[in-house]
């Protein structure tokens, strides 16, 4: 057999291959709008960048009658290809073979990506759209979830990994997206969840759809299990190729700086936060009045709107904000809001990106379902991962800062490098309204007019210890600066803080409350 | 000052109280969904679990003990004894041996 004729087999070999399932299973998969893993992958990576591995790989299978059958790359594409130029690691499953379902060949095309990934340290990718485990290949289908799940846990905070949820995911197979740091979503066409919408009807007698269960808006607004939302697949692609030009390919890198702009002459910080601090605004708006080119990349945008985070550039790089957001429930930390800002805290952290904190809360929610859902066990979440985090930590606060709250939110003795306060800063164990009447409770009661005297006694204390000026007597705010001078001294802690050290003491690891 | 969307004719803003001041703000859906808490009757006895009634061990009237079992309930293939929070008297007995209960469905109720 001559070269030429070589050749063609591998050429058809290939044709028969790159059909997935056949022409029926993919008009099945465009029939549910959704794109075949292949399109997926080649819509999502640079033009002509993707190099497939594991083409050929055939499964094992005996049992069952599963010998006879032939599933083309055992429903799943892997290979590498780069995003904007980044180099990335990505697997797509291939619902039209055998329902994407996961056997051992599968799996071990995924760990292999996986290992591949960790070694090569660049982003992992995984686009999931299967059925589950592949029933006939029993406990080696099990297996195969179990050696994912590991090596999600191995990369965590070395490369970033992201989970694309196109299609079903449910039972064991959730845990790997939820190991992983950024879950995507599409509505109608993403589904999590553990047990289905048939088991629980039958243990329960509740009747759900899987969209009112698992769906992408559940996700995205009540559960927080996902990050990004979007009403297509394609918006969501260009989603995922936004956060990977936010994000270092690795726990070594810094993420590729841009070129640096300023911020859009709308957003004026100066004309953002009303002076009474009961009054809402968008604390969005200010980050877009800090931030280059007013380009804000939130992040879980939907759920737990009360604190908000994400990534901006400044100066060209990559930062990463946490700021309350006093237009949803006065920007509390709740459970939710807490758990949001901690994880996100330990990835920028993971990832070398700069923490902006700005702080604008009450306190705490209060409220017998937050205190028996466990806001102690997850508000102390927040504290523990600014601690713990040694990038640098900037912190701004606009206007009240109250207790616990004000302890939370990067401050100095969380060991915050830089600590700004607006003019309209309130640092203070509580609002006036509260202090006044435990400080003055007597004086108020035994008054003529305890109204009055009420009024009086609040006015007192806003005057005398409403500012930040106390705090900034003890040292625990560094400078009380103008609203305009904002972007100017965050460029300048970045800049002073670039080759930031600090020394923790030696561990194995620490013991957060997850 | 400029104007947030606190003023839109789709969503108002409400007022949230936070240690004795008011705050304008919108509320979310999870905390206006939120259930309020109401002490536990000690002496009405709910499913926990919906499920199927297998044996009743007691009457209607008849006086019975603090963990004293009053019926067996399978539910998710397990049988669940179900035992008496408190001693006393049954004054409402609202299941019957194979009888299939929701979940939170009032089974017994003590005097």
Redesign the interface.
């Known amino acids: 057999m001559g070269l030429k004729r070589k050749i063609l087999e591998l050429h058809k070999k290939r044709e028969a291959v790159l059909k997935g399932g056949g022409d029926k299973a993919i008009e099945k998969q465009a029939a549910m709008g959704k794109l075949t893993a292949r399109e997926r992958i080649i819509s999502l990576l640079d033009p002509d960048s993707f190099h497939e591995y594991d083409l050929f790989v055939e499964h094992e299978a005996r049992d069952f009658n599963m010998d006879k059958k032939i599933l083309h790359g055992d429903g799943v594409i892997i290979g590498t290809g780069t995003i904007y130029g980044a180099p990335v690691c990505i697997f797509a499953q291939d619902f039209t073979v055998a329902g994407g379902s996961l056997g051992m060949m599968h799996a071990r095309k995924i760990t292999k990506i996986m290992d591949h990934s960790l070694k090569l340290k660049v982003p992992l990718i995984g686009i999931n759209d299967s059925g589950g485990a592949r029933i006939q290949e029993g406990v080696n289908s099990l297996a195969g979830y179990g050696e994912i799940f590991f090596r999600n846990t191995l990369s965590s905070g070395v490369i970033p990994q992201i989970s694309v949820i196109l299609g079903p995911c449910a039972g064991g197979a959730v845990y790997s997206p939820a190991l992983t740091d950024f879950v995507f979503v599409v509505d109608k066409i993403s589904k999590m969840f553990i047990t289905g919408p048939e088991v629980i009807k039958t ?4 009747e759900i759809s899987m969209e009112d269960l698992g769906g992408a808006k559940v996700h995205s ?2 559960t927080g299990n996902a990050h990004f939302y979007a009403k297509s697949e394609a918006e969501c692609f260009e989603q995922i190729k936004k956060l990977v030009s936010f994000i270092p390919w690795n726990n070594i890198k810094k993420a590729k700086a841009f070129e640096p702009k300023e911020p859009k002459s709308e957003y ?1 910080v100066s ?2 936060v ?1 002076g009474d ?6 604390v969005r ?1 200010v980050i877009k009045g800090i931030v280059d080119d007013s380009d804000f990349f939130e992040i879980q945008e939907n759920w737990a ?2 604190i908000v985070i994400g990534f901006g550039r400044m100066n060209g790089e990559t930062i990463g904000f946490v700021a309350n957001q ?7 930390l709740d459970v ?1 809001s807490s758990d949001k800002a901690a994880r996100f805290i330990r990835f920028c952290d993971a990832f070398n990106i700069p923490i902006i904190t700005l702080v604008d809360l ?2 705490y ?5 937050q205190e ?1 859902m466990g806001v102690i066990r997850h508000g102390a979440k927040v504290l523990y991962a600014y601690s713990e985090a040694t990038v640098s930590k900037i912190t701004v606060i606009l206007r009240k800062a ?2 616990g709250g004000y302890i939370a939110m990067a401050s100095r003795h969380l060991r915050a490098d830089f600590v700004f306060a607006w003019p309209t800063a309130e640092i203070a164990v ?5 202090a006044a ?1 435990i400080i003055f409770r007597k004086e108020i009661m035994e008054a003529e007019d305890p109204d009055k005297m009420r009024k009086q006694k609040v006015k007192e204390y806003k005057e005398k210890f409403a500012n930040p000026y106390v705090a900034a007597a003890r040292g625990y705010v560094d400078s009380v600066i103008e609203p305009e001078e904002t972007r100017k001294l965050i460029l300048h802690a970045i800049d002073v803080s670039d080759s930031k050290s600090v020394f923790l003491p030696q561990k194995k690891h620490g013991i957060p409350p997850f | 000052m400029k104007k947030n969307d606190c003023e839109g004719k789709k969503k108002r803003c409400r007022s949230l109280l936070i240690e004795g001041t008011k705050y304008k703000t919108y509320l979310n859906k999870k905390y206006e969904n939120r259930k309020f808490w109401k002490k536990k009757d000690e002496k009405k006895i709910f499913t926990f679990i919906p499920g199927t009634v297998v044996k009743l061990y007691v009457k209607k009237g008849q006086l019975v003990k603090k963990g004293e079992p009053l019926l067996l309930l399978e539910a998710m293939k397990m049988r669940n004894i179900i035992t008496s929070p408190a001693e006393g008297k049954i004054r409402k007995l609202k299941v019957k041996e194979g009888g299939k209960l929701k979940k939170d469905h009032l089974m017994a109720e003590l005097e």
């Open positions: 243990v329960l007698g509740e607004e009540i004026k004309e953002i009303p601090p009961r009054q809402p605004y968008d708006d709107a009360n006093p237009l949803v429930l006065a920007g509390v939710d009450p306190g929610l209060p409220g017998v379902d028996h109250y207790g509580m609002g006036p309204e509260g009447n």
